[in-house]
């Protein structure tokens, strides 16, 4: 384990205090021995010119040799050559860099909301400190792991996914360290940072055209089963469907959140897209607290998952700006009966939070974060007892510095004013 990872114990240090410590009890043991011996041992270095002397030096020459004979034997290891081993090694271990994928921090972030009762907390996971910047990292190192196991994914292959933006640079970061090729597909609204990320871990990148309706056989979500079905050396991710995208979360982002918190979360909140992040963690968290944890899905003003979890029905969706979550059909990946209850947030709402945050604590996040942090403030704000609120910060907000951050983008499509300068 890296021994400056802040999320890593570095242990090398008091295991070679041991060696030494073991090294330094078996020399002296060596030195006591050899000691006992001698002193059991007659001299033999008595001088004399007298033929007395000289047979009394030959009887105690051969007096000597018996009693080294007789002698009980010590057994005293050789250690020197284990000592030479050790340190003509390197006994420092280093990770690689995909072995840092989650374990992400837990913060609070309390101070964005106003609960009008005490004991009210709001926590986050800081899901871009993953090596690739988002939670996406979590789902595609499991599939892709998975696959290599079950012999779907061997080397020479090319992986292939429809993605929104995080996932497609997640797998081809891992594609990358893996040493496999990798193509990507997104849409028009994929921001710049996130479609030059794609390009520079060395994968290629499709953009499909721009309002295409789920159906549509162009649809960037379409295209990589077609792609797939007509190569039989492609893997396709397929994170809408595959089951594996939430079990990644049920095995990993539950677990850390219900032992970060020793059990106290009250409610989970988060949006959701292909649905793994929502209901991985809610049936790993309702499972662990008996169903005593509450979840919350925040959605986005134009995503048809609130109207189908309220009433049943599929809407028709409406264009938003929030990247990442909502969605305009339903994937196989999301499970509804996991949800208590939906909030929609609108994009004004949602960014305008992630300024807060990032004037306030210093946290620079996408989106998704700032839509998931303003739904848990909000529940934060009703509650009328003590609870533990967590949420979740998918990625980082450097992924849109030229849109959510960017003034002139703000104004035209959101028709928001950035944040004034209140540092004088």
Same mark, same amino acid.
């Not at 990872?5 to 002296?28: G, K, Q, Y």
């Given at each position: 384990?890296?021994?400056?990872?802040?999320? #890593?114990?570095?242990?090398?240090?008091?295991?070679?205090?041991?060696? @030494?410590?073991?090294?330094?009890?078996?020399?002296?043991?060596?030195?006591?021995?050899?000691?006992?011996?001698?002193?059991?041992?007659?001299?033999?270095?008595?001088?004399?010119?007298?033929?007395?002397?000289?047979?009394?030096?030959?009887? #105690? =020459?051969?007096?000597?040799? &018996? /009693?080294?004979?007789?002698?009980?034997?010590?057994?005293?290891?050789?250690?020197?050559?284990? @000592?030479?081993?050790?340190?003509?090694?390197?006994?420092?271990?280093?990770?690689? @860099?995909?072995?840092?994928?989650?374990? /992400?921090?837990?913060?609070?972030? /309390?101070?964005?909301?106003?609960?009008?009762?005490?004991?009210?907390?709001?926590?986050?996971?800081?899901? @871009?400190?993953?090596?690739?910047?988002?939670?996406?990292?979590?789902?595609?190192?499991?599939?892709?792991?998975?696959?290599?196991?079950?012999g779907l994914l061997k080397p020479g292959m090319t992986i292939v996914a429809a993605s929104s933006g995080n996932t497609g640079a997640a797998t081809a970061m891992v594609a990358a360290m893996k040493?496999?090729?990798?193509?990507?597909?997104?849409?028009?609204?994929?921001?710049?940072?996130?479609?030059d990320a794609i390009r520079a871990y060395g994968a290629k990148l499709i953009v499909t055209a721009s309002g295409l309706k789920p159906s549509d056989p162009e649809h960037y979500m379409n295209m990589?089963?077609?792609?797939?079905?007509?190569?039989?050396?492609?893997?396709?991710?397929?994170?809408?469907?595959?089951?594996?995208?939430?079990?990644?979360?049920?095995?990993?982002?539950?677990?850390?959140?219900?032992?970060?918190?020793?059990?106290?979360?009250?409610?989970?909140?988060?949006?959701? =897209?292909?649905?793994?992040?929502?209901?991985? /963690? &809610?049936?790993?968290?309702?499972?662990? =607290?008996?169903?005593?944890?509450?979840?919350?899905?925040?959605?986005?003003?134009?995503?048809?998952?609130?109207?189908?979890?309220?009433?049943?029905?599929?809407?028709?969706?409406?264009?938003?700006?929030?990247?990442?979550?909502?969605?305009?059909?339903?994937?196989?990946?999301?499970?509804?009966?996991?949800?208590?209850?939906?909030?929609?947030?609108?994009?004004?709402?949602?960014?305008?939070?992630?300024?807060?945050?990032?004037?306030?604590?210093?946290?620079?996040?996408?989106?998704?974060?700032?839509?998931?942090?303003?739904?848990?403030?909000?529940? &934060?704000?009703?509650?009328?007892?003590?609870?533990?609120?967590?949420?979740?910060?998918?990625?980082?907000?450097?992924?849109?510095?030229?849109?959510?951050?960017?003034?002139?983008?703000?104004?035209?499509?959101?028709?928001?004013?950035?944040?004034?300068?209140?540092?004088?």
């Amino acid at each position: 384990l890296h021994p400056l990872h802040p999320r #890593r114990r570095f242990f090398t240090a008091p295991v070679i205090a041991c060696l @030494f410590f073991i090294a330094a009890v078996a020399w002296l043991g060596k030195s006591m021995a050899e000691g006992a011996l001698r002193m059991a041992t007659p001299n033999t270095h008595t001088r004399t010119c007298t033929p007395q002397g000289v047979q009394t030096h030959l009887r #105690r =020459s051969v007096d000597m040799r &018996a /009693t080294m004979e007789s002698a009980p034997k010590v057994d005293i290891p050789d250690i020197s050559k284990a @000592f030479k081993k050790i340190f003509e090694k390197n006994t420092l271990e280093y990770p690689r @860099f995909r072995s840092l994928i989650g374990e /992400t921090p837990l913060v609070d972030l /309390t101070m964005m909301a106003n609960p009008k009762v005490e004991g009210v907390r709001v926590l986050a996971k800081c899901e @871009f400190m993953n090596p690739g910047y988002s939670i996406k990292d979590r789902i595609v190192e499991h599939i892709i792991d998975e696959a290599e196991s079950e012999g779907l994914l061997k080397p020479g292959m090319t992986i292939v996914a429809a993605s929104s933006g995080n996932t497609g640079a997640a797998t081809a970061m891992v594609a990358a360290m893996k040493g496999y090729k990798a193509i990507i597909i997104t849409s028009p609204k994929c921001s710049k940072e996130k479609m030059d990320a794609i390009r520079a871990y060395g994968a290629k990148l499709i953009v499909t055209a721009s309002g295409l309706k789920p159906s549509d056989p162009e649809h960037y979500m379409n295209m990589e089963q077609t792609i797939c079905e007509s190569n039989p050396s492609y893997f396709g991710v397929n994170q809408y469907d595959n089951l594996l995208n939430p079990m990644a979360h049920y095995e990993t982002l539950g677990p850390e959140i219900w032992s970060q918190t020793q059990g106290t979360v009250t409610h989970f909140v988060a949006a959701g =897209s292909t649905g793994g992040t929502l209901s991985g /963690t &809610a049936r790993y968290l309702k499972e662990r =607290s008996g169903g005593k944890v509450k979840v919350v899905m925040a959605d986005p003003i134009g995503s048809i998952f609130y109207e189908y979890f309220k009433n049943g029905q599929l809407c028709d969706p409406k264009p938003f700006e929030v990247e990442g979550v909502g969605k305009d059909d339903i994937p196989g990946a999301m499970d509804f009966n996991l949800i208590d209850d939906a909030v929609r947030v609108s994009d004004c709402q949602a960014f305008k939070m992630c300024h807060d945050m990032a004037r306030q604590e210093g946290i620079l996040a996408g989106g998704s974060g700032g839509l998931n942090v303003y739904a848990a403030t909000q529940l &934060a704000n009703k509650a009328t007892k003590p609870c533990t609120i967590v949420t979740v910060l998918p990625d980082s907000g450097i992924k849109y510095m030229s849109k959510i951050y960017n003034g002139d983008w703000l104004q035209k499509c959101v028709g928001m004013e950035l944040p004034g300068d209140d540092s004088e």
